[in-house]
């Protein structure tokens, strides 16, 4: 489970000169699949499924987004641009077919993926607590406080979103002990559960630390375009898709879940009882499912 030291990143160079960073997990030989990190984290939260990767024969390819990590910033970046990002990546790589997967704050890019990505392409997404667009009144009513907050700033005073992210990553970086004693103040018993594991607690210090290397941006430019339209439909989502989510995940709520698989097509959403927003282990269901999938002729 332990990812590998900041340092082993590999860096590739876009056209336009920005670095990208990825750094490799679960099994060297598997069927390639991009992972997709949440929202602020960074590619080391990839340590989390390293296990069920290596156990289900998945070449996990963590990739630092761009302002986070060892990932250039990209100003005025939207979701629609990451797909050329991964395809560049791949296609540098020799990757052929291959699939994507991700958790939380992963959700657009991963969406975004599916719908602009060719099937013949992109087999399979797979999404541990996928962030949903807010098209609903239901779900902007079931946000945490904290997101109602974030969602008013991102649409009443977009241009503060980076000084409301700035206390976050000064606590990561400077303060963890802070950072994540709040963080376990406010997550579900089961989150908090998860948080008291030294191990799976070492791995989260490292990636939100790694998440906010180059400061606040990215991560606060991530999270002022989640809140607003993401400019593509969910329902151009063209490959199997499989959504596991927790009943007491306070970060996206079950509403968030419903609406993401009654508008992607061929999306499958799996509830899981008395789990919160960060059950990793189910990334040994989300990956039988994925190895399920392209091993079917």
Known sequence: ?????????????????????????????????????GTPSSRL???????????HGLRLIAIDRPG??????????????????????ADYLGVGAFGVA???????H????????????????????????????????????????YMAIARQLPWTMHAAFAPIGWAALYWPDLFFGIMKANVSAADKAMLEQPE?????????KEAFRQGSRGPAHEALIAYQDWGFDITDVRVPTYIWLGDEDIFVPQS??????????????????G????????????????????ATP
Request: proline share 6%; hydrophobic share 45%; aromatic share 12%.
């Open 256 to 273: 968030m879940g419903r609406y993401l698989a009654q508008h992607i097509p061929n999306a499958e959403l799996h509830m899981v009882p």
């Open 110 to 149: 991963l969406f975004a993926c599916g719908a602009m990505i060719s099937p013949e392409r992109l087999k399979f997404i797979g999404a541990l607590g996928p962030w949903g667009p807010i098209a609903t009144a239901d779900t902007a009513n079931s946000l945490n406080a904290l997101d109602r907050s």
């Open 102 to 108: 991700g958790h939380s704050g992963a959700g657009p």
């Open 1 to 37: 489970m332990q990812p590998d030291d900041q340092r082993s990143a590999s860096i590739f160079r876009l056209k336009d000169g920005r670095a990208l960073a990825y750094q490799c997990f679960g099994d060297a030989s598997g069927f390639p699949t991009f992972y997709f990190h």
């Open 68 to 89: 986070f990590g060892q990932s250039d910033f990209l100003p005025g970046r939207k979701f629609i641009d990451w797909p050329d990002d991964v395809i560049a990546l």
């Open 45 to 55: 939260e990839a340590g989390f499924a390293d296990a069920a990767a290596l156990d």
């Open 275 to 294: 789990k919160g927003h960060l059950n990793i282990e189910n990334w040994h269901d989300i990956f039988a499912a994925c190895a399920q999938h392209i």
């Open 200 to 208: 799976i607690l070492h791995i989260f210090r490292q990636t939100e």
